[in-house]
């Protein structure tokens, strides 16, 4: 008790002033942004923005326009939820980040643009053959990046196991390196572009007063699909309970049965299955790869798995939805109000400080982690 009480009436440090006046700011500048935005929205020739503007008149964001900014968002934001799937997991078994992980999405893209070429040159990138020919594409890169993720696992992280948790860490930099090297070596380092996909994949369609695009449809329906079956995968299953067993205590598990090595390459099998899947989306949305496509999105991915709370798998998904969604929306809604140039490049220094943000405010995550009872201790 006397401890907790010296502990409780500790005098704050230096850093912890400089971790509050960080907070304060932040939280300041978001208020500030909204406030401008909202002036800005009511009348775009305030004195403010006039002044943030030199002397213009600011960009007023119409109904439109909002809307498919938010469309946007929530479109990446579920591909950064489906990779950010793989780090929580992999993180909540093994107990560190697999930083090898968007190494993985980037080949279930690149072995689409394969698949997706050969099926154009064969004429079935068109007409009804397309979907068809999109559904063993995604078939196709979750094997590929399914695969991958079992390789990675078996020869990369298991003789590590027992090793200290850095070493494991720097090891999966280096797959990562490895991978990307190997892949410009067989493919060059220059964009590979999808095929031309039909017209009406392109076409905006009104669902509830949105005007959305047939490919953000499609990348929205499958990622909630997959989401869907993932959980009924983890939470219903004989082996997703393993699982959880597992990422609780790996000592316990084995006492009562359960093949600890088969149960992590099935998380790591799992993990990759979505990054697979949000590969082929990427490059349907995006409609190209490279050798680094996987590292931004990684990062980003890993972000969102920090700020919905490490080791928790809704949380997860949803911390891609609200990284896509704010990076879609601040910018414009909180940036340029304050007379910030140049707002639609800073989209990734938005990622990064809403991760800050969340580890100042609540650092176990927006939804908590879920760790096991040794990250616990």
Request: charge should be positive; glycine fraction near 12%.
């Amino acid at each position: 008790m006397t401890a907790a009480v010296k502990v409780k009436g500790a005098q704050r440090t230096g850093v912890d002033w400089f971790l509050l006046v960080l907070k304060v700011a932040l939280i300041s500048a978001i208020c500030a942004g909204l406030l401008a935005f909202i002036a800005q929205q009511i009348d775009p020739g305030n004195a403010f923005a006039r002044w943030t503007h030199d002397g213009n008149e600011a960009n007023r964001l119409s109904g439109d326009q909002y809307k498919g900014l938010i469309v946007t968002g929530l479109s990446q934001g579920a591909m950064y939820g489906l990779i950010a799937l793989g780090y929580s997991m992999v993180y909540g078994v093994l107990g560190f980040i697999n930083f090898a992980h968007g190494e993985v999405f980037m080949l279930g893209a690149f072995s689409g643009f394969i698949a997706s070429t050969q099926l154009d040159a064969a004429g079935y990138w068109e007409g009804n053959a397309f979907i068809p020919s999109v559904i063993f594409t995604v078939l196709l890169a979750v094997i590929v990046s399914t695969t991958a993720a079992v390789i990675m696992e078996r020869v990369a992280y298991r003789p590590l196991r027992g090793s200290p948790r850095l070493i494991p860490l720097i090891t999966s930099i280096g797959v990562s390196f490895f991978i990307q090297e190997a892949t410009k070596l067989l493919f060059g380092p220059g964009a590979k572009g999808y095929p031309r996909p039909p017209e009406w994949f392109s076409q905006k369609y009104s669902i509830l007063t949105f005007e959305i695009e047939g490919s953000k449809i499609i990348v929205l329906f499958v990622a909630a699909i997959s989401m869907a079956g993932l959980w009924y995968f983890v939470e219903r299953t004989k082996t997703g309970k393993a699982m959880r067993a597992v990422a609780e205590d790996k000592e316990i598990a084995a006492l009562m049965g359960i093949d600890v090595n088969k149960t992590i390459v099935t998380t790591f099998a799992v993990g990759g299955a979505m990054a697979g899947v949000a590969g082929i989306l990427w490059g349907l949305l995006f409609k190209s790869v490279i050798a680094t496509t996987g590292f931004l999105p990684g990062i980003k991915a890993f972000t969102a798995a920090v700020v919905g709370g490490v080791g928790n798998l809704g949380g997860a998904m949803a911390g891609g939805v609200s990284l896509g969604t704010a990076e879609a929306l601040a910018p414009l809604m909180l940036l340029e109000p304050l007379g910030v140039t140049g707002v639609t490049q800073l989209r990734d220094a938005v990622a990064f400080t809403l991760l800050i943000l969340v580890l100042l405010v609540k650092p176990t995550g927006l939804f908590g982690e879920r760790l096991s009872s040794e990250d616990r201790a």
